[in-house]
């Protein structure tokens, strides 16, 4: 439990700073689970889509081997990623 209570933190402060807004958060067992939006008002989709690439990949820095949950955030994160590179698009910043 304190793996995933350290793996949603990780999420929920990337994702503040990044500028989402955290809906929810939860542990269940093994899994986070979160809830999120994107303050898109000056970003572009891009830039919402790298920040996405960001907040899944930051649970996957709290050091622990990767367990089924961090992999569905690495398979989210490579999903964005190849929608950003199929669009051609970059984030503004």
Do not use: K
């Not at 999120?36 to 996957?60: E, K, Q, V, Y």
């Not at 089924?68 to 955030?73: F, N, P």
């Amino acid at each position: 439990m304190h793996r995933e209570a350290r793996h949603a933190a990780l999420h929920i402060v990337v994702g503040w700073r990044l500028g989402f807004i955290i809906t929810s958060s939860d542990i269940r067992g093994t899994s986070c689970l979160y809830g999120w939006s994107f303050n898109a008002s000056n970003s572009t989709g891009a830039d919402a889509r790298f920040a996405g690439i960001t907040l899944h990949l930051a649970g996957l820095t709290e050091g622990e081997p990767i367990t089924l949950a961090q992999s569905r955030d690495a398979v989210h994160a490579v999903s964005l990623a190849t929608e950003l590179i199929a669009a051609g698009e970059r984030p503004s910043g």
